[in-house]
């Protein structure tokens, strides 16, 4: 195990498709390894969640701590396909590890359904409302390339400390020319 580097807004590799795993490497001892560091990395960094290739690696996977999974620090997906479950948005103010000190808003289904496997091997398919789905969204799309920055409502879009100071007001810039 070991806490690994996190690559930061313009390392290439964040911008990749990143590649399946094979379900019959998923218990190898190389992706085992690989979950071990994300989780430690992800702990160290007192992330909501880590996609592998935050950390180098051009994998689907991500890990994630979610509310509903009390008995786990994170819930680990490989190959998650997410598919929307309704085309009502939620905004949700969204951060990002590979791009430290900024917040913005971000409008997704607010209901989803995820497929994949587990840190098992074995295939699971579930529904998740709200935060959660935000977050699991948030992190599949690191699999596929795409950072928050490129979905934000880009007038929301600001440091922590301004964030922190103007979230009502930046809230409501966010419904602007909306109708
Ligand atoms: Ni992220």
Redesign the pocket.
Known sequence: MAIRKIAKLGHPVLRQIAEAIPVSEIMSQETQTLIDDLIETCLDAN?A???AP?IHESKRIVILDLEEDEDEKYTIWINPIITPMTEEGMLTF??????PGLRGGVIRPHRIKVSGYTEKGEAFERELEGFSAVVSQ??C??LDGI??VDRVETPTLAYLEEHRKYADDLLEMSFQGED
Do not use: K
């Open positions: 992330g969640g880590l996609a935050q969204e951060g990002c590890l590979s791009i948030h992190e799309d690191h950072l928050y």
